[in-house]
């Protein structure tokens, strides 16, 4: 990819998820006022970051939380640490939760956080003030019942720990269900580590049934082996797929004969990248993407699949791991080329279901076993994606994105105005 396009395409993740907005208002036939209240959030803060580095001098940083719609609960998402977050792209993916917890229907309205930072170039000490501080400037905006942050990309269980210690001590409130994703022994479930990973699989599975025969020896391509391409990747090959390309963002591998996805994971861990794993072809990520395979699966960033490549892919059905890694324009291709998407909104939800029963086992001060928590995600997945492939073929000429949105803004929009919100 060029530069230019590369620019072109990260620089306008809201204006795509206004468009795919605005083509669901009219399947459901919304009007303009209501369309347009849908894609402003509610409230975006931003706040200023100083902390003092162990050279003595002041380290500025910019972060975000945008609070997007709570018609049906507390605000809901994760919280990055990215050189590159913007404010539009944290107001892009609290829409996206909004749609998501609606879809999947969880008690929450979208939330997202950010903050401009690299975090290879901070000590965990400058980590750690960093968290602190941005807590410090939020406190007053989140809370179990008002927004509930949980971790995303280049966060973990070890910030939300620093948050949650944070929190406690500026409000005196041991409020525990303020955060999500947390350390085991501050109340987070063990299934929060690969419950995003979990799902991404179900729902390939059951598309997998309606598309492609099935599951059992599909040829599965991966772009993205961090927290949910790998685990995806896991659960992929236990169910009988055969995962033949992976990467990561140094490059890739493609190996039709298989990977083994165990031995991929040490890999990783030992050298660093995917692409020193001793079998397979090396290939850049847009080879990858653009490689022959039953499913393609990207798990890693953005607007990947567009309208400059969308028509190279070979892959019979796609599935988002990732957050918006197909464009408005990716979208009409895959639907006028017959290739299902399986969409970000519904297949990547099990991180926030994992979150939702972690939430409610701190709300009400229970422990759920992990196998029930495991159950519980991927009887939700199941749930969730049947309800979507019905609402598909009900619309008859309309993609399963157009199919989700639909369900998940329908209800949004019915909350609003038993509310009197509109």
Request: glycine share 10%; net charge neutral; charged share 25%.
């Given at each position: 990819?060029?530069?230019?396009?590369?620019?072109?395409?990260?620089?306008?993740?809201?204006?795509?998820?206004?468009?795919?907005?605005?083509?669901?208002?009219?399947?459901?036939?919304?009007?303009?006022?209501?369309?347009?209240?849908?894609?402003?959030?509610?409230?975006?803060?931003q706040v200023k970051i100083e902390i003092k580095g162990k050279d003595g001098k002041v380290k500025t940083f910019?972060?975000?939380?945008?609070?997007?719609?709570?018609?049906?609960?507390?605000?809901?998402?994760?919280?990055?640490?990215?050189?590159n977050v913007t404010q539009d792209e944290v107001i892009a993916l609290s829409m996206m939760m909004t749609w998501?917890?609606?879809?999947?229907?969880?008690?929450?309205?979208?939330?997202?956080?950010?903050?401009?930072?690299?975090?290879?170039?901070?000590?965990?000490?400058?980590?750690?003030?960093?968290?602190?501080?941005?807590?410090?400037?939020?406190?007053?905006?989140?809370?179990?019942?008002?927004?509930?942050?949980?971790?995303?990309?280049?966060?973990?269980?070890?910030?939300?720990?620093?948050?949650?210690?944070?929190?406690?001590?500026?409000?005196?409130?041991?409020?525990?269900?303020?955060?999500?994703?947390?350390?085991?022994?501050?109340?987070?479930?063990?299934?929060?580590?690969?419950?995003?990973?979990?799902?991404?699989?179900?729902?390939?599975?059951?598309?997998?049934?309606?598309?492609?025969?099935?599951?059992?020896?599909?040829?599965?391509?991966?772009?993205?082996?961090?927290?949910?391409?790998?685990?995806?990747?896991?659960?992929?090959?236990?169910?009988?797929?055969?995962?033949?390309?992976?990467?990561?963002?140094?490059?890739?591998?493609?190996?039709?004969?298989?990977?083994?996805?165990?031995?991929?994971?040490?890999?990783?861990e030992k050298t660093g990248s995917v692409i020193n794993y001793p079998t397979g072809k090396k290939v850049t990520?847009?080879?990858?993407?653009?490689?022959?395979?039953?499913?393609?699966?990207?798990?890693?960033?953005?607007?990947?699949?567009?309208?400059?490549?969308?028509?190279?892919?070979?892959?019979?059905?796609?599935?988002?791991?990732?957050?918006?890694?197909?464009?408005?324009?990716?979208?009409?291709?895959?639907?006028?080329?017959?290739?299902?998407?399986?969409?970000?909104?519904?297949?990547?939800?099990?991180?926030?279901?994992?979150?939702?029963?972690?939430?409610?086992?701190?709300?009400?001060?229970?422990?759920?076993?992990?196998?029930?928590?495991?159950?519980?995600?991927?009887?939700?997945?199941?749930?969730?994606?049947?309800?979507?492939?019905?609402?598909?073929?009900?619309?008859?000429?309309?993609?399963?994105?157009?199919?989700?949105?639909?369900?998940?803004?329908?209800?949004?929009?019915?909350?609003?105005?038993?509310?009197?919100?509109?």
């Amino acid at each position: 990819m060029t530069e230019a396009v590369q620019t072109t395409l990260t620089s306008n993740l809201y204006d795509q998820q206004v468009k795919k907005l605005y083509r669901v208002g009219e399947i459901l036939g919304l009007p303009q006022d209501v369309l347009e209240t849908l894609s402003q959030p509610e409230r975006v803060i931003q706040v200023k970051i100083e902390i003092k580095g162990k050279d003595g001098k002041v380290k500025t940083f910019i972060g975000w939380r945008s609070q997007h719609n709570s018609a049906l609960g507390p605000y809901k998402g994760g919280i990055r640490y990215h050189p590159n977050v913007t404010q539009d792209e944290v107001i892009a993916l609290s829409m996206m939760m909004t749609w998501k917890n609606s879809l999947l229907l969880l008690p929450y309205g979208g939330g997202k956080g950010g903050i401009r930072v690299d975090p290879s170039k901070l000590s965990l000490e400058e980590l750690e003030m960093l968290s602190r501080r941005y807590i410090d400037t939020l406190y007053k905006y989140i809370g179990s019942d008002i927004d509930i942050p949980a971790p995303d990309v280049n966060t973990n269980p070890q910030t939300m720990a620093w948050f949650i210690d944070e929190y406690i001590k500026i409000t005196g409130k041991a409020d525990y269900a303020t955060f999500t994703g947390k350390p085991v022994e501050l109340g987070g479930l063990e299934t929060r580590n690969y419950s995003t990973g979990l799902g991404v699989a179900t729902v390939a599975k059951e598309a997998a049934s309606k598309f492609i025969g099935g599951i059992e020896g599909a040829r599965v391509i991966i772009q993205g082996f961090g927290n949910v391409g790998s685990f995806t990747a896991k659960f992929l090959q236990d169910m009988g797929a055969k995962i033949i390309g992976v990467s990561d963002s140094k490059g890739g591998v493609i190996d039709p004969n298989g990977i083994d996805i165990n031995k991929m994971i040490e890999t990783k861990e030992k050298t660093g990248s995917v692409i020193n794993y001793p079998t397979g072809k090396k290939v850049t990520n847009d080879e990858l993407l653009t490689s022959e395979c039953d499913i393609l699966i990207p798990a890693a960033l953005e607007n990947v699949i567009h309208k400059f490549n969308a028509d190279k892919v070979k892959a019979k059905m796609i599935v988002e791991g990732a957050n918006g890694p197909l464009t408005a324009d990716a979208d009409l291709v895959m639907k006028n080329r017959g290739i299902p998407v399986v969409p970000d909104i519904l297949a990547n939800a099990g991180g926030v279901v994992g979150s939702y029963v972690e939430w409610a086992n701190n709300k009400m001060g229970e422990i759920m076993e992990e196998e029930e928590a495991k159950r519980l995600i991927i009887s939700r997945m199941e749930k969730a994606f049947n309800s979507v492939y019905e609402m598909h073929k009900k619309l008859g000429d309309q993609d399963l994105r157009m199919a989700a949105m639909a369900l998940a803004v329908e209800r949004v929009v019915n909350a609003m105005k038993v509310r009197g919100m509109i």
